[in-house]
């Protein structure tokens, strides 16, 4: 963004108001433009602002703030690549990067000094005579909710097609107009909501201060209109047959609103209007919010004067094109005042008949784009229009009458279905008073009805459940809400205790006993069974299981579930209660489903003299016959959920274009959505992104609207793309910035200072098949001594990724490498992922080596790390080293590759007994590989995957390399170390594969690791004539586990550091570093210790290091379910004989 520039302390000057009498003062004005009445100002000046607030102890205390007021800054700031037309751009400041046809180009901002510039701006997308060009500003709700219809850009492509259907037009239809006559009416071609877009200052630190997400958005929108801008440059400009503008790119104009002197509101103003008083303001009372909003009109009115006097003095100029100010806000009070606050009609401009004498209109963004769609019918934007207002239709049944109707003009009257939200005063006094609690809402993963919120209860945190609609009440995962706790006696029965709390509940607890409870069981006979229903059939629905439990609040987070409610601390139970408030939602995210219609297959009913009312008119026929069977059948019916929930909700809009359809993503977590759309029957059968807008209280399902199509349900890649997007797997390009810190092509790897040469070392590496990034190498020679020395050499990527840089941003954005059935996405570029980095056979690669002294016994005698360079001589697959392996000794002599391997497994099999005895768990994890048609890459052939006692090998030494290096950088680092940690499995986690187990006759006993792995054993031998069943009692015990966290070592004791499934006191990730990001973290720790690099200065923050372990964990944790999605996938298709169809 382009930084006001502070002004030198000489050309400050007070402010004069209109109420100082100075007869002395200076009575010029250079621009002949203002917007409101001002006083007479120098070039710049200060501009004080007082406000009143009152403190927690009651008194009134005044703060003053001062403003730079400026009257030079013209008409806004935009971003020009640097050399073409450079501007004003002082030095280096302001300037930004983009990324252009996959190259970086400086941009620098260029202020628009004179109207003249602005109106070249405008005029140059547009290439008629006589057209209209308009100019749009928008406010802060804007910014906030319709980002996607900001960001949209008509293709270059879809106007080719446009053309080419209107030339067939021309050329088949007698009464078009001739090509060689100009078309006296042509039809006016979009390609985006404006031809110029103001974002003032004011809107846009509002956004920042409400929502970082999509103020970064409107930022890289900003920066990209000057990419746009350079393609346009680079392509030239494609000449339009029909009038419409010939340039490509948007335009986005930053405006310095905050600091320019004719759009200020001076002392004295005091917002009186017409709506104020119905509103009940008194006289002389504002808000920021309301300085804010008229400061934002004040813009509008500025470019519309601005406009307007140009035009008038240039009508005999070249261009005479008309010129639109539109204000774009979603705000109706302040399109109410926009209107009132221009000249009256007597004193408005006569000549400006096609602007109803405003200077600028404001509009809804809805009006909007249907005022562009009826101009250019091709436009496909308002699909992509925000919704706040739930569709008038037919009162609910069922639901309660609340005073607030979720702030909607037109809803109808109807009743409301969820309790009315609490104000900010009121939430702000209740959590200072401890009555509320503030945390994160969390949705089951089943279920968007049920949920927990984490709150602070002492020392502790504590997940306090949340259950049914009324207590949910509107929230969405990961909205952060305030919570009332319901009485203890609502609260659920523990696990330990023997309840599920089934039958407690927390529906109720408000006050109303009663009434809620009754309520509760009233939508319980609706909606709530159909969704429970909907649920149970997604459960039973056939899959790949997961490779192990889901973890819990405690195991995940160190979260308790149960809290004492008795003195002795002997009864347990999990506290319950109900959501009272949104403090910030959570609609920033693009959810992955697909809409559910009703197809009306039966007649209408027969109508009857009695005229239907206009609210039974805007049912769907589907939803009445749906009601009609429901009556008749005594409310059962063997409709699906989803088929009830759509005859419910689905009506056509009296504007005869839109119609409200149902969304259901495929996330459980997250509620059905009302879709208001145009294009529904395009949609049927296709998986698409949608965005949530709002939940009004009496909209049983939130409001959204159309982002993107992905493309047609159950084809392969349709559904990868929908995994990818549901998981929030990062496949994006790597962006030019990230690419600019690689080395050149011609990289050469030369010994350099400080690094160790170990060339000379028989190093290999033993990977999978087709194998590209190759993480890890090992070496094993006999010492004089007698004794061996072994090495385990990693890729050393910190040599490559520098910290703090680009591309180590972007590394710890996505974490990991996602690896998929027909797809790898990597963590980083590929010319360090499979090249650079890459220990393949046969060169020089930078490694950080793990060297090793021990016996044959495997008798550890020292240890010692290096920053190394090494040349591998082989790069085995599993398969060649267990030939190896397996190669008798005599035939063995003199081969380098076949001594190294018999040492390393000699080794590997002293090192397994030994972490076995110690209690190391030996467990299943089914794994497949599928073989893939070369061509159309489906699935031919699934096999289940192989393991040798190569593999085992690996493993071992991996192991042993993981569990040197945590304690290495713990005695150096012992509360910033990057950790691993598998906590020991709940109880209950287990009682299911126990009780299942004694019907066989065997025992599980899980009290520690050793016990588990000790009665497995003990299983197997008793079902030593059934293989498969041993196999299967270990896959199962596999998926009772939580899954392992990364974690900071100062966050938890160093009893909680504990290893179960490796039976490990310490352990970490160093391993593989081109695919993880923990373990990059974990080479630029045991660097610091060896004193070879300093640590980097992020990585002595806990509060960092804590972020970055849970963004680890999480994206750790999407890859593996995206992986496993992946498979199911696959298996499917391949099951379905190779074919793709409708999932």
């Not at 203002?34 to 008194?59: A, D, N, Q």
């Not at 999509?214 to 990419?227: A, E, H, P, Q, T």
């Not at 609609?587 to 239907?612: L, M, Q, R, W």
Request: a negative charge; glycine letters at 8%; aromatic letters at 6%.
């Amino acid at each position: 963004m382009t930084p006001i520039p502070t002004p030198p302390d000489d050309e400050m000057m007070a402010v004069h108001h209109p109420d100082d009498h100075d007869d002395d003062r200076d009575c010029h004005d250079d621009h002949d433009r203002s917007p409101v009445p001002t006083p007479v100002l120098t070039s710049l000046h200060t501009l004080p602002t007082r406000r009143y607030h009152l403190t927690r102890r009651g008194k009134i205390a005044q703060s003053t703030t001062e403003r730079y007021l400026r009257d030079d800054l013209g008409f806004g700031t935009v971003l020009v690549p640097d050399g073409n037309g450079g501007g004003r751009g002082r030095g280096g400041r302001g300037r930004t990067d983009a990324t252009i046809a996959g190259k970086i180009v400086r941009l620098v901002p260029r202020t628009l000094g004179e109207v003249s510039s602005l109106w070249e701006l405008l005029t140059r997308r547009n290439d008629d005579d006589g057209g209209t060009v308009r100019l749009a500003v928008v406010d802060t709700n804007i910014l906030l909710h319709h980002m996607d219809v900001l960001e949209y850009l008509r293709d270059d492509d879809d106007d080719d097609d446009d053309d080419n259907d209107e030339n067939e037009n021309e050329n088949g239809n007698d009464d078009a107009t001739s090509p060689s006559k100009p078309n006296p009416h042509p039809r006016r071609r979009h390609r985006s909501i404006a031809d110029a877009i103001v974002v003032p200052q004011t809107a846009l630190e509002e956004c920042r201060h409400r929502s970082l997400v999509m103020y970064r958005r409107i930022v890289d929108l900003i920066r990209s209109s000057g990419d746009d801008a350079t393609r346009a440059d680079d392509k030239g400009r494609k000449q339009k047959k029909n009038g419409g503008g010939s340039g490509s790119e948007r335009c986005f104009i930053v405006f310095a609103d905050v600091h320019h002197v004719d759009t200020q509101i001076f002392h004295g103003w005091k917002g009186e209007s017409k709506a104020d008083e119905e509103e009940g303001v008194e006289d002389g009372t504002t808000t920021i919010n309301d300085e804010n909003d008229a400061r934002l009109r004040n813009v509008a009115r500025f470019y519309g004067e601005a406009l307007y006097d140009y035009r008038r003095r240039r009508r005999t100029g070249a261009r005479n094109a008309n010129a639109e100010v539109v204000f774009l806000t979603d705000d109706a009070q302040s399109r109410r005042l926009a209107s009132s606050e221009q000249p009256p009609p007597d004193e408005r401009p006569g000549d400006a008949a096609d602007r109803g004498g405003l200077y600028y209109r404001a509009r809804s963004m809805r009006d909007h784009v249907s005022l562009l769609q009826k101009e250019d019918p091709s436009l496909t934007l308002l699909d992509l229009v925000a919704q706040f207002h739930s569709a008038p239709g037919p009162p609910m049944s069922e639901g309660i009458r609340g005073k607030d109707g979720g702030g909607d003009d037109d809803s109808g009257g109807r009743a409301a279905c969820y309790p009315p939200h609490l104000s900010s005063q009121t939430l702000s006094r209740g959590l200072q008073t401890n009555r509320y609690y503030q945390g994160i809402y969390r949705s089951d993963r089943d279920s968007h009805t049920e949920g927990y919120v984490t709150i602070r209860r002492g020392e502790d945190r504590v997940a306090v459940v949340i259950r049914g609609k009324a207590d949910v009440n509107r929230a969405v995962d990961g909205d952060i809400v305030a919570i009332e706790l319901h009485s203890v006696d609502l609260w659920l029965g523990g696990a330990r205790n023997g309840g599920d709390g089934s039958d407690s509940g927390g529906g109720g607890g408000d006050g109303d006993g009663d009434e809620e409870k009754e309520r509760g069981s009233q939508s319980q006979t609706a909606d709530d069974r159909n969704e429970g229903h909907d649920r149970q059939t997604k459960k039973d629905d056939a899959g790949i299981a997961a490779d192990t439990a889901e973890p819990s609040l405690r195991d995940a987070e160190n979260i308790a579930e149960e809290v004492a409610v008795d003195d002795e601390g002997e009864e347990l139970r999990r506290p319950t209660a109900k959501i009272v408030g949104i403090i910030r939602r959570n609609f920033h995210k693009n959810y992955c489903g697909s809409i559910c219609t009703i197809a009306v297959s039966a007649a209408a009913p027969e109508e009857d003299d009695i005229a239907p009312s206009e609210t039974e008119l805007a049912r769907p026929a589907a939803a009445a016959a749906f009601e009609s069977e429901s009556k008749m059948e005594g409310e059962r019916t063997t409709m699906h959920p989803h088929d009830v929930i759509a005859a419910k909700h689905e009506r056509e809009h009296p504007d005869g274009v839109t119609s409200t359809v149902v969304f259901f993503p495929i996330d459980n977590r997250i509620p059905p959505i009302l879709l208001r759309t145009t294009q529904r029957d395009r949609l049927i059968g296709m998986r698409i992104l949608v965005s949530m807008d709002s939940w009004p209280a009496e909209s049983e399902y939130p409001l959204g609207h159309y982002v993107k199509t992905l493309g047609v349900t159950g084809t392969k890649e349709t559904e990868t793309q929908v995994l990818l997007q549901e998981f929030r797997i990062p496949c994006e390009p790597f962006p030019a910035k990230v690419l600019a810190c690689l080395p050149p092509a011609d990289y050469k790897i030369e010994l350099e200072p400080g690094r160790t040469d170990l060339r000379h070392l028989p190093v290999l590496s033993i990977d999978p098949p087709g194998c590209k990034d190759i993480d890890d190498a090992l070496h094993c020679i006999e010492l004089p001594n007698g004794n061996w020395q072994v090495g385990v050499h990693i890729a050393d990527v910190t040599h490559y990724v520098e910290a703090g840089t680009a591309i180590d941003l972007e590394a710890a954005n996505r974490s990991t490498s996602t690896y998929l059935v027909n797809k790898r996405l990597d963590m980083l570029p590929s010319l360090l992922t499979t090249d650079l980095c890459s220990l393949k056979g046969n060169v020089d690669r930078f490694a950080f080596s793990v060297l090793w002294e021990v016996t044959p016994e495997a008798e550890i005698v020292n240890v010692d790390f290096k920053k190394s360079i090494i040349h591998s001589i082989a790069a085995l697959t599993y398969q060649q080293a267990q030939a190896l392996i397996d190669k008798p000794e005599k035939d063995c002599k003199g081969d380098i590759q076949a001594g190294a391997v018999k040492r390393l497994a000699k080794l590997a099999r002293k090192f397994r007994s030994r972490r076995i005895n110690a209690g190391a768990l030996t467990l299943a994890s089914p794994e497949v590989k599928f073989v893939l048609d070369s061509e159309s890459l489906n699935p031919t052939d699934v096999q289940a995957y192989t393991l040798y006692e190569a593999n085992a090998l690996v493993e071992e030494f991996m192991l042993l390399a993981n569990v040197t290096v945590a304690k290495k950088i713990l005695r150096h680092y012992p509360t910033l170390s990057i950790l691993r940690r598998h906590p020991a499995p709940n109880r209950s986690m287990f009682d299911g594969l126990i009780q299942k187990a004694k019907t066989r006759g065997i025992s599980i006993c899980i009290d520690d690791s050793k016990k588990l792995a000790d009665s497995l054993d003990a299983a197997a031998e008793i079902t030593s004539d059934d293989p498969y069943l041993n196999q299967l009692l270990r896959i199962l015990s596999t998926r009772c586990m939580s899954p392992a966290q990364y974690f900071c070592s100062g966050e938890y004791q160093a009893k909680d550091w504990h290893h179960y499934g490796l039976a490990a006191p310490v352990y970490t990730h160093f391993t593989s570093p081109i695919r993880r990001y923990a373990d990059v973290c974990v080479h630029r720790l045991l660097a610091a210790a060896i004193g070879v690099a300093p640590l980097p200065v992020f990585l002595s923050s806990k509060s960092y290091l804590h972020d970055l372990a849970a963004n680890m964990n999480r994206r750790h944790r999407a890859a593996q379910l995206a992986g496993r999605a992946s498979v199911q996938l696959h298996t499917l298709i391949f099951f379905a004989g190779g074919d793709e169809g409708e999932g």
